[in-house]
Nanobody, 121 residues
Framework: QVQLVESGGGLVQAGGSLRLSCAAS????????LGWFRQAPGKEREFVAR???????EYQDSVKGRFTISRDNAKNTVYLQMNSQKPEDTAVYYC???????????????WGQGTQVTVSS
């Protein structure tokens, strides 16, 4: 049974930082592409960042230079470090995994349950 369990969400002031973690089980972690998507109220779920099994990364333009995705294959965990946060970053953040993960929702094979991030102005 595959499980992706996120943690680290919460309330932060604009300009602040949070780090999200996603612990995976039931998959060969090192072989999977991993990523983060987010969904704000009334909006569609959107791509935020991904990291390939090779370690290369890709980001949505609005978070480049502020967010950093990383992975620890020894701990089966993927992270999202979020700095210089803005109110428009407020959303539920979802961990995602797939062998061929891309930037689209349709490419995701497994989802986490989501964690709320709220950035106050």
């Amino acid at each position: 049974q595959v499980q992706l369990v996120e943690s680290g969400g919460g309330l932060v002031q604009a300009g602040g930082s949070l780090r999200l973690s996603c612990a995976a089980s039931g998959i060969i972690f090192s072989s999977y592409g991993l990523g983060w998507f987010r969904q704000a109220p009334g909006k569609e779920r959107e791509f935020v960042a991904r990291i390939r099994s090779s370690g290369t990364t890709e980001y949505q333009d609005s978070v480049k230079g502020r967010f950093t995705i990383s992975r620890d294959n020894a701990k089966n965990t993927v992270y999202l470090q979020m700095n210089s946060q803005k109110p428009e970053d407020t959303a539920v953040y979802y961990c995602a995994a797939a062998l061929g993960l891309s930037t689209t929702v349709g490419s995701v094979r497994y989802w986490g349950q989501g964690t709320q991030v709220t950035v106050s102005s």
